[in-house]
């Protein structure tokens, strides 16, 4: 069973192949370009790549206005570059899954043009209308101040339809049996072509009843089984990631007791109280959401992240909690998004900071989960904020210091790579940083390397351990007579940390440091003393053993 569960330890790096690598010439990123990337990918240690939305599409929301879910957007390639993309990534060992967005359509999608030009048409009942304005049309709105209402009425169905997002973006009523087919059928069609599965995109509206007449959507949760027995039936190993910012209390649900559900799930909780806990140095509120999501079935998996392709959604933590957030990494109104999020990457929130950008990924990397990577964090890739909402943390991966960041030989993409300044292409690029011994991708190799080599954080059980300070995290995982403990300092200044292994081998009393010569050896009273430096962390193996002998195969 062990074999089939490669999400438990593997690296995922999300990636838009439209801002990636471009190939020939024309501004956007091609599926040839990203071809000649994966050898750089493969070197980073990345097992597993995820693809956003590369299916034809108007593009009004960075292709999650799906048109045909059955193709490759021109601009990208062929279906042909596709399948020649997923057979190199066989070839390296590389894992793919793409985006299911499966919520919504574009409004230009056959389906959706045939179901308001004809009432007769059997694409009527494939999206949720209503004769007239629902009462409760402005409530529910997901883009705060962007988007007005979820209901909007066309003037060739001289019905209102409805969206939980865009109004661009008609929703699919997925109550129905035959668009749960349809899911199935698009499913089927992109395993063959050799991906190992989807991230799914707003898994709670998916599932959710939808309708005029619904006051209080309920939640199907047997569509997630319905889901996980196809891809099994079809691909035994292949996974659903489920993008599900939903409360701890109904994790289970989606998970199913069996783990018979979802196999895979983000943990918004751990990543809104992460960040929380970067801007104050408090890291009660992250305890707390560690063992709120502790429990799962054995086969699921958490995947943990820090930023994404979306804003930094906060909408989890109390008003306080989000407005100290703001006030470290988003002081500026231009930083914030939909009232409840920032729209920044990392680096440029953590100042450029390499200690606290150091604290940051290492926590991540260390966190019960599967680690998801979004490209450019490997070399500290900033934002460019005269880009509208979401897009400027979309820009072109900046990979040399020629022209347009070697991104592309056009010159003036669609998408303008950052220039100049501090996160500029001049100053910020792979190539400058793979010369550099010392560069933050050299560190993310390493750190990377290391993970990969520490199997007990995805298989193992963990515990928060007591340590004398509240602004020190630390985490022990067990696992097969084996134990790893890791320390964080989230204070801007030194600390000097007293704790217990937890570990009550015969050897629990030598902590051996992985990243380092600084190993700790408890005191009389079984207690270890570590001193961390400003933003500091350590990584350590419990036991009297070179690490490398005490380590367990998977």
């Known amino acids: 069973m062990l074999n089939d569960l490669w999400y438990k330890n593997a690296i995922i790096y999300c990636l838009s192949v439209g801002t990636f690598m471009d190939a020939n010439g ?34 009004r929301d960075n292709g999650y206005d799906v048109s045909d879910y059955y193709n490759v957007d021109p601009k990208y390639g062929t279906l042909g570059d596709f399948s020649e993309f997923t057979h190199a990534c066989a070839q390296r060992g590389l894992r793919v899954i793409i985006d299911l967005v499966v919520n919504h359509t574009s409004d230009q999608h056959p389906w959706f043009t045939q179901a308001r030009s004809d009432p007769d048409s059997k694409y009527r009942d494939w999206y949720v209308w ?36 865009y109004d661009f973006q008609p929703d699919l009523n997925t109550s129905n049996p035959h668009v749960q087919a349809e899911l199935l059928k698009i499913m089927g069609f992109w395993i063959q072509l050799g991906v190992s599965g989807f991230r799914m995109d707003a898994v709670p509206f998916v599932i959710a009843t939808k309708g005029p007449k619904v006051r209080k959507p309920v939640e199907q949760y047997d569509m997630l089984r319905t889901f996980r ?20 209390n109904t994790d289970l649900q989606y998970f199913g007791d069996e783990g018979e559900r979802l196999p895979m799930m983000f943990n918004f909780q751990v990543n809104q109280n992460t960040f929380y806990a970067l801007a104050t140095g408090d890291t009660q509120p992250l305890k707390d959401a560690l063992l709120a999501t502790k429990p799962r079935p054995s086969s699921a998996q958490w995947g943990v992240f820090l930023r994404n392709h979306d804003e930094l959604d906060l909408g989890r933590l109390t008003p306080r909690q989000r407005s100290a957030v703001f006030a470290a990494f988003a002081p500026e109104p231009d930083m914030q998004l939909y009232e409840r999020g920032i729209r920044r990457r990392l680096a440029p929130m953590l100042a450029g900071d390499r200690r606290h950008l150091e604290l940051a990924y290492s926590l991540m990397l260390s966190l019960p989960g599967t680690p998801v990577f979004r490209y450019g964090d490997e070399i500290g ?47 910020v690029n792979v190539a400058k940083q793979r010369r550099d011994p010392e560069s933050f991708l050299n560190w993310t190799e390493r750190m990377i390397r290391m993970r990969r080599e ?16 509240d602004d020190v995290l630390a985490l022990s995982y067990h696992w097969r007579n084996n134990s790893v403990l890791f320390l964080h300092n989230f204070a801007a200044q030194p600390n000097t940390v007293k704790f217990r292994s937890g570990c009550i081998e015969p050897d629990g009393d030598r902590l ?8 700790s050896e408890a005191d009389d009273d079984g207690r270890h003393t570590v001193v961390l430096e400003p933003y500091g962390y ?16 998977v």
Not at 454 to 469: A, N
Not at 540 to 549: A, E, I, M, T
Request: net charge positive; charged share 25%; proline share 9%.
């Open 26 to 59: 024309d501004g956007v990123g091609d599926f040839q370009g990203l071809v000649r990337r994966l050898d750089y990918l493969q070197g980073l240690g990345v097992t597993t790549i995820w693809l956003m939305p590369f299916h034809p599409s108007p593009g």
């Open 130 to 165: 209503s004769d007239t304005r629902p009462p409760n049309a402005k409530r529910g709105v997901v883009f705060p101040g962007v988007q007005k209402s979820t209901w909007t009425f066309d003037k060739r169905a001289r019905r209102w339809y409805f969206h939980r997002f």
């Open 229 to 248: 027995e196809f891809l099994q039936w079809r691909e035994g190993d292949a996974i659903i990631l489920a993008e599900a910012n939903v409360l701890p």
């Open 381 to 427: 890739m900033g934002d460019d904020l005269r880009r509208p909402e979401r897009e400027c943390a979309r820009t072109p991966m900046q990979w040399s210091s020629e022209p347009q960041g070697g991104f592309t030989k056009h010159p003036k993409p669609p998408v303008p790579v950052i220039s100049r300044g501090p996160y500029g292409f001049e100053r």
């Open 454 to 469: 520490v199997p007990e954080i995805s298989w193992g059980d963990f515990e928060v351990l007591r340590t004398s300070r």
């Open 512 to 519: 051996i440091n992985l990243l380092s010569d600084d190993h």
């Open 538 to 553: 350590r990584w350590f193996r419990v036991g009297g053993l070179d690490y490398l002998l005490r380590r367990t195969e």
